[in-house]
């Protein structure tokens, strides 16, 4: 069964650094999204990523996190400068269509901010 | 926007009684309810969803009811198993493209 990969399953930063989590989607899906889930938490919506573009974003996605498809494969969520809080549980998803069926989320990866 | 709520954040139950977990959601809107199962360490992983055109689905020992006058959905386990011990999360879409999740609620099915 098509699987949503994310690497790596467990990054630790210092505070202040910038860190790179990477998802490579189901092949054929279109939509990707970032999702994070504090520890012990709910998980909650980043953002949103459709023909190349932010579709949508929510409050926590302010300007210290970016997200790109540098090549047809990857999608990347960028955090420039990490803070304490970002210490979450980040997951990768994607869907194939315009409707909301079929999300499939990858396994996460653990960011620690030390 | 889309606002879910889950009850029980807890629940326990015997191996072979039955769970049940339910959401609301504020958006008389939305149209797809899923719920996920999540075990540690991984991520949200589809069980059972329902459109709202349907009022119940069924999937073996997993159940899902909607009222879609009282926006309310329901997840039912039947005959549980210690394997059935994760997190469940219920969700509801956001603008027909984000997923708002409730808050998760804790199952442990004791043998």
């Known amino acids: 069964e098509p699987e949503v990969t994310q690497t790596p399953s467990h990054q630790v930063t210092q505070m202040g650094q910038e860190v790179i989590l990477r998802c490579v989607p189901i092949?054929?899906?279109?939509?990707f999204y970032w999702y994070r889930q504090i520890l012990g938490q709910k998980v909650e919506f980043l953002v949103s990523f459709y023909n190349n573009e932010i579709s949508e974003k929510s409050e926590i996605f302010d300007d210290q996190f970016s997200v790109e498809r540098p090549d047809g494969s990857n999608f990347t969520l960028k955090i420039r400068s990490t803070k304490l809080e970002d210490s979450a549980m980040y997951f990768c998803?994607?869907?194939?269509?315009?409707?909301?069926?079929?999300?499939?989320f990858g396994s996460g990866t653990r960011l620690t901010v030390v | 926007g889309e606002n879910v709520e889950q009850h029980p954040s807890t629940l326990s139950v015997q191996e072979g009684d039955s769970a049940v977990i339910k959401c609301t959601y504020s958006?008389?809107?939305?149209?797809?309810f899923p719920w996920y199962k999540q075990e540690l360490g991984k991520g949200p992983q589809l069980i059972i969803d329902i459109r709202s055109n349907v009022g119940e689905k069924k999937d073996q020992r997993i159940a899902v009811t909607l009222n879609k006058t009282a926006k309310h959905f329901s997840l039912h386990i039947t005959e549980t198993q210690p394997e059935d011990s994760a997190v469940y999360f219920c969700a509801a879409p956001y603008n027909n493209n984000d997923m708002r999740f409730g808050a998760g609620t804790r199952l442990t099915v004791k043998p």
């Open positions: 958006d008389s809107a939305s149209n797809y």
């Open positions: 092949s054929n899906h279109l939509y």
């Open positions: 998803a994607s869907r194939v269509g315009r409707t909301v069926y079929g999300y499939t």
